[in-house]
């Protein structure tokens, strides 16, 4: 039996609090979408699903014609400051069952979501039924295949049944309950792929970190065979979602 969302997730976790953190992953979406969109930012409509208290929707929002924030845990929202509710509308929302029309926003924004949904294959088919036929999705997300859990930073933590992934936090007083559901590579592909077009920017989302570091000419020399080798095995996926016609 799949669980519900966890409570409180704002509180429980330190790093969705911290503002550079935020403001610097805002800057990295921003840098992504603005090498492949074909069309201008400004005229379109933003969607943050799972966005916290605002700030990545904050950051982008002088980009675009209007960002709209979606987040579940209504303490996270509460904590939005004055300025983030004046340049974002800010709803309390299922991602399963997004309040939207179809086809209302151009961007989507779905970072680091999926694997806090208690069904992400409908996270996707919402997301899909609200985007634009031309329109672009941001997302990012963990990958089950990296051995330490991005979420407490524990070895082998996701890879454990449900029952020990409990015990494991609860021996190491972090939680009593472990929620994230992660996918493999191959998996996440399998089922964004059926409604969307994928593009790995992950490459260039880890070659920005490099960006003016003495070894980043020796990381783009690298043959595009070794990125494609690498891919299933990146901590983080970053990708552009494209609807499929």
Known sequence: MKRLYQKNFYQLCPYVRDPQSREAKAKKILWVLTRHTDFPLSSTFCLDVGCSS????????????????????????????????????????????????????????????????????LLFEEIHRILKQEG??????????????????????????????????????????????SRHFWELRRLIGRNFVIVDVSKDVFLLKFSGNKITKFLHSLPDLFWKILAPFYPNFNWILRKRR
């Not at 990545?56 to 996270?76: C, K, M, Q, S």
């Not at 970072?111 to 806090?116: G, L, M, S, T």
């Not at 070895?155 to 454990?160: A, G, Q, R, S, V």
Request: proline residues 7%; glycine residues 4%; contains cysteine.
């Open 54 to 121: 605002g700030i990545i929707a904050r950051v982008l929002a002088p980009h675009f014609r209007a960002v709209i924030g979606l987040e579940y845990d209504e303490t996270a929202l509460y904590a939005a400051d004055q300025d983030t509710k004046k340049r974002v509308r800010l709803v309390q929302g299922d991602a399963m069952h997004l309040p939207f029309k179809d086809e209302s926003f151009e961007v989507v924004i779905c970072a680091q979501v999926y694997e806090h949904v208690p069904d992400d294959k």
């Open 136 to 181: 672009i999705v941001f997302f990012s997300g963990p990958n089950w295949l990296y051995p330490i859990e991005p979420h407490y930073r524990l070895p082998f933590l996701h890879w454990l049944p449900t029952i020990l992934a409990d015990m494991y936090l609860q021996i190491t007083r972090q939680k009593t309950h472990y929620y994230e559901q």
